[in-house]
């Protein structure tokens, strides 16, 4: 197995280099982290930051470190939602969005679950974006509410009826139910295919 050691400020501490050179490889876009100048500007864009059990930055420093266990098993790499506000704003141009998407399908490959919650939210999110071709977000938030049982999901629809309202103040969700996009059988069938291939639907 090779090493290698760290600079001074990590106390000269052995790193492990087989897993970086695994993601390298296995990972979709995971050569890209090579590009990684440990800014923290993609920590700093990152909408779900304060869920998130490490950054992206910090995921790329792990993987650098030889921590398998830690990324792979991390809850951050299956919380990612494409926002792209990461990849728009590192100065890099690190696609750090393929690179946890790349990451999240690694670690199902290799056997590692999302946690309960955030598996029935990909469900939700999936059987949404089926159904209609588009997300309707009040449609997949009760879902994914209810999804916990009628009492504790009563309870999560008031405890986010606050966040729900200011989306509708802004305008980044309707009142009225979304209508399916035309052809949405021809995206189903993209979808079914790409669930076949292991690249898509929920966990
Ligand atoms: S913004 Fe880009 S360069 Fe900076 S830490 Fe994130 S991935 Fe690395
Ligand atoms: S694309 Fe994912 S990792 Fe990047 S800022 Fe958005 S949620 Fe965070």
Redesign the pocket.
Known sequence: MEQVVGPKSSGGKAYDQSFAREVYQKVDSGEE?K?????????G?CPLKEKMDYS??KI?TLIRAGQREKVLSSQAIMLCTSCYS?KV??????P?VDVMHGLAHYALRQGYKPREETALFGQKFWDNIYRLGRIDEKDVAQRYFLGHGLGPGIKLMLENMNMGLGMMRKKRMKLLPERPIKNVKSLRKMLDKAKALGKGGAV
């Open positions: 982290i590009m990684c100048m440990q800014c923290g500007v993609c920590a864009s992206p930055r790329f990461c704003r590192c100065p890099r141009k690190v750090v």
